[in-house]
T-cell receptor, first 112, second 114 residues
Framework: QQQVKQSPQSLIVQKGGISIINCAYE??????FPWYQQFPGKGPALLIA???DVSEKKEGRFTISFNKSAKQFSLHIMDSQPGDSATYFC???????????WGAGTKLIIKP | NAGVTQTPKFRVLKTGQSMTLLCAQD?????MYWYRQDPGMGLRLIHY???????AKGEVPDGYNVSRLKKQNFLLGLESAAPSQTSVYFC?????????????FGPGTRLTVT
């Protein structure tokens, strides 16, 4: 119930294409769903986040789509660029408990 | 501001040796975390602290100990290293009462146990 399942494990997209990474959860008590971006040799950094009362959140080329009934959320990267090549993690958290439950990560490669 | 820093960046240990990883943050954050990252397994929480002098176990605490004697520092100890503890270790912190729950990560420590 505490798991967050992320897919795919790896993804190759052509420059200019749309990258889509999916996550699914079981615990309906989760109330915060962030996405983190990690470049090689660096720690993860918050990219964008959403709460379950919102179906979509957009920041620049990055969009989170949230489907509460299906208990799924996804990250869309529009006009993907080589600089977007990184590992992306979805996560989930509950209330005042600041712990995050992490997905396994997706290694994204954008081909020029 | 340096943010979250970790010492050392790399370390090689022999089985049975001990070591301490140091995490320091200059953002006055109350909450601090130690994670390990292994390929295909995401980030797994080892221990965390909600304030100076308090620590708690995370998902994978066995073989590790922690201490938070000062608000800005969080130490992770391995008393008797095992090859299964070969991993990349990340420290993170965040502020109590933060709306975004954003965790700020250090650059990581790559540990190899032979």
């Amino acid at each position: 119930q505490q798991q967050v399942k992320q897919s795919p494990q790896s993804l190759i997209v052509q420059k200019g294409g749309i990258s889509i990474i999916n996550c699914a959860y079981e615990n309906t008590a989760f109330d915060y769903f962030p996405w983190y971006q990690q470049f090689p040799g660096k720690g993860p950094a918050l990219l964008i986040a959403i709460r379950p009362d919102v179906s979509e959140k957009k920041e620049g080329r990055f969009t989170i789509s949230f489907n509460k009934s299906a208990k799924q959320f996804s990250l869309h990267i529009m006009d993907s660029q080589p600089g977007d090549s990184a590992t992306y993690f979805c996560a989930a958290s509950i209330g005042s408990n600041y712990q995050l439950i992490w997905g396994a990560g997706t290694k994204l490669i954008i081909k020029p | 501001n340096a943010g979250v820093t970790q010492t050392p960046k790399f370390r090689v240990l022999k089985t049975g040796q001990s070591m301490t990883l140091l995490c320091a943050q200059d953002m006055n954050h109350e909450y601090m975390y130690w994670y390990r990252q292994d390929p295909g397994m995401g980030l797994r929480l080892i221990h965390y602290s909600v304030g100076e002098g308090t620590t708690a176990k995370g998902e994978v605490p066995d073989g590790y100990n922690v201490s938070r004697l000062k608000k800005q520092n969080f130490l992770l100890g391995l008393e008797s290293a095992a090859p299964s503890q070969t991993s990349v270790y990340f420290c993170a912190s965040n502020r109590r009462g933060s709306v975004s729950y954003e965790q700020y990560f250090g650059p990581g420590t790559r540990l190899t146990v032979t």
